[in-house]
């Protein structure tokens, strides 16, 4: 089984456009959405929803009103203002609460719950490019990177139940937790970048990172005919650390309607860009043969 995991140094470069033409070109793969934090490919996918389940993960506390006696101990010891008083009564502030506890063992009457949180929901869908993993996590909740390695692990499943040898993922933009978890056993990751003096630099970041955990890397530069300077400063960054030039995309309005129409951009009439985009799945899948 094989997984690429389709990223950026940052946002807005185009990574989920060409993660959704992969999945279209793909054949045999299970996909997967694993930036959970602003999840958009299935804008693109139109996913029939088959499962459904609540992710769950640390603690709140909620105070009990009827075993509250009011005497401020929780207000007084929570060091992050999660606890508002109001007319004699004491309630916990959801997205406040870091879950530390504290208010829970200094209670003198017992009066404080601590459930788990309830941070967002996962799905299990189908599309009409093959099954997909995906989730959502409600505004302001952590733990995306843990969310992240469930997704992986629900597609890996997937895969080897129903006979599928290539998993195609649309990670996180950046260099953060999401991400890290979003290369755990990924066999290639595919940077996608744009020619700007940002674009330039979140790549070295980003590719900088997956060298660092041992992924091999393939770039590709979309936009690329925006300015020819920054595109060869990138082409120059590959050559030197050894990094695959996948391909190069130009600056096109059919993935403007590609998005309005929801859907692939290899989906429509797209020659020229649908050719760029083919070619540089071929090198991908190359580079996956090869490893």
Same mark, same amino acid.
């Given at each position: 089984?094989?997984? $690429?995991?389709?990223?950026?140094?940052?946002?807005?470069?185009?990574?989920?456009?060409?993660?959704?033409?992969?999945?279209?070109?793909?054949?045999?793969?299970?996909?997967?959405?694993?930036?959970?934090?602003? #999840?958009?490919?299935?804008?693109?996918?139109?996913?029939?929803?088959?499962?459904?389940?609540?992710?769950?993960?640390?603690?709140?506390?909620?105070?009990?009103?009827?075993?509250? $006696?009011?005497?401020?101990?929780?207000?007084?010891?929570?060091?992050?203002?999660?606890?508002?008083?109001?007319?004699?009564?004491? %309630?916990?502030? #959801?997205?406040?609460?870091?879950?530390?506890?504290?208010?829970?063992?200094?209670?003198?009457?017992?009066?404080?719950?601590?459930?788990?949180? !309830?941070?967002?929901?996962?799905?299990?869908?189908?599309?009409?490019?093959?099954?997909?993993?995906?989730?959502?996590?409600?505004?302001?909740?952590?733990?995306?990177?843990?969310?992240?390695?469930?997704?992986?692990?629900?597609? %890996? %499943?997937?895969?080897?139940?129903?006979?599928?040898?290539?998993?195609?993922?649309?990670?996180?933009?950046? $260099?953060?937790?999401?991400?890290?978890?979003?290369?755990?056993?990924?066999?290639?990751?595919?940077?996608?970048?744009? #020619?700007? #003096?940002?674009?330039? !630099?979140?790549?070295?970041? @980003?590719?900088?990172?997956?060298?660092?955990?041992?992924?091999?890397?393939?770039?590709?530069?979309?936009?690329?005919?925006?300015?020819?300077?920054?595109?060869?400063? $990138?082409?120059?960054?590959?050559?030197?650390?050894?990094?695959?030039?996948?391909?190069?995309?130009? !600056?096109?309005?059919?993935?403007?309607?590609?998005?309005?129409?929801?859907?692939?951009?290899?989906?429509?009439?797209?020659?020229?860009?649908?050719?760029?985009?083919?070619?540089?799945?071929? @090198?991908?899948?190359?580079?996956?043969?090869?490893?």
């Amino acid at each position: 089984m094989r997984e $690429i995991v389709v990223i950026s140094g940052k946002g807005g470069t185009g990574k989920t456009s060409v993660t959704a033409a992969f999945a279209h070109l793909a054949e045999n793969a299970v996909i997967c959405d694993l930036d959970v934090d602003a #999840p958009d490919l299935h804008l693109l996918l139109d996913p029939h929803v088959v499962r459904e389940e609540s992710f769950h993960s640390g603690n709140e506390a909620v105070i009990d009103r009827e075993k509250c $006696i009011g005497c401020g101990t929780c207000l007084d010891m929570c060091r992050f203002g999660a606890v508002e008083a109001s007319d004699g009564e004491y %309630r916990v502030d #959801p997205l406040r609460c870091e879950g530390c506890k504290v208010c829970v063992a200094f209670c003198p009457e017992g009066a404080i719950d601590f459930p788990s949180r !309830h941070c967002g929901t996962r799905y299990v869908s189908d599309t009409r490019f093959g099954p997909m993993v995906h989730a959502q996590l409600f505004p302001g909740q952590e733990n995306s990177g843990r969310l992240v390695s469930e997704l992986k692990k629900e597609a %890996r %499943r997937l895969a080897g139940e129903m006979g599928r040898d290539l998993i195609v993922c649309d990670g996180s933009p950046g $260099i953060g937790c999401p991400v890290i978890s979003s290369l755990s056993q990924a066999n290639l990751a595919v940077i996608v970048t744009e #020619p700007s #003096p940002s674009g330039l !630099h979140d790549l070295e970041r @980003v590719a900088a990172l997956c060298e660092h955990f041992r992924i091999k890397v393939a770039v590709i530069v979309n936009k690329h005919d925006l300015n020819a300077g920054h595109t060869a400063s $990138i082409e120059d960054l590959c050559r030197r650390k050894g990094y695959a030039l996948a391909g190069r995309l130009p !600056h096109d309005t059919v993935v403007t309607e590609a998005m309005v129409a929801r859907k692939a951009v290899t989906e429509l009439e797209a020659e020229d860009f649908g050719r760029r985009v083919k070619d540089a799945w071929t @090198v991908i899948q190359g580079l996956l043969n090869a490893h």
